[in-house]
């Protein structure tokens, strides 16, 4: 669902700014969604529906009955009973009022985008809420029958000190949210800050700080008694993201929407599956699927040797880590067959762990994943 009221200086999501959003545009753009999932869902056939994720952009500008109405059509679709189905909510007036009729409509869990619940953190990042509605919306969710919450916090915000992100986590604890999503704000290039940054007036936290902020959100977190079961996922026990998991097990997710990404089932002409990716802007996504060309989207058949980095990467950000005897049974070899001198170079250096059943993330490897993920692209 591409449609915000207003664009946040650090967002790189395909996005559309509709203030408010009309009842025209959002019934034309469900159209085009529900003939998508016609078109699309042959090429996932057979298969149950595991999970629904209604994410954004800002899916909670939708009318409770637009969301029934997709996830109506989700549940024609496919057979099974999805173990979520969650929707992104941004704290603001008018979605608060309708937590009770997402509920209704068959949401069973929020993912709120708090951000911070300190509102010169929240003026900074140039989000459109303050604490104030953060605050009326967890216990909107709570009044509403939710009993499955996931915040999204920031930290390394412009400005930001450990002692505010300290206080973040304190404010986010008092309601004991099922489901933390804890992110390192990311200078994307093209965005505002982006730019602001390239030109040296963006204040940032320094590395070392971001650090301390990062251990210090780990350390509490940990605490209070919640698993850091991915680099940017803390659960309370029973409480992991069944969709997330999806895409860090390189599951098929069938992506709809203007920008969305699907990874396609393997097939025996596609082995590794296939990746499409819907284009990011409007009209070429809806012109795509009015003229039933997969909604013009851009596909990429995933190789032996791109799925294998893929799958060490991605289950190096979980907890678990990757399983050797599961890659093998996929890839024909154990890891150490592929990749043994970058597997050399990372324990050596102390960033990864080489159990005989799993490979895993040291905790100075979380802190630098990205240079780790880097070595198996
Ligand atoms: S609310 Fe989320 S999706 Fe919308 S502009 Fe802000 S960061 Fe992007």
Redesign the pocket.
Known sequence: MPF?E???P??D?A?IRARPLSPEDESAYLDTLCAELHARAGAFEGRRLASIYLG???PSLLQARSVERILGAIRGAFPGDPEETTLEV?PSTLETARLPDFRVAGIDRISL?AQSFDDTTLRRLG?GHRASEVHRSFEACRAAGFANVSLDLIVAAPGQTLTEVEADLVAALAYAPEHLSVYELSLEPGTPFGKAAARGRLQRPGEEEAVAMLECVEARLCAAGYERYEISSYARPGHRSVHNRRYWQRLPVLGLGMGAVSSDPPSPRHPFGLRRSNPRELAPYSEGVAAGDGAGAQVEVLGAREARAEAVFLALRTGDGLDVELFAGEFGAPPRHFFARELDRLTADGLLEEAPDALRLTPRGRMLSDSVFASFL
Request: contains cysteine.
């Open positions: 915000c207003r664009i946040c650090y967002c999501f996005v954004g952009g800002t941004n985008g989000r």
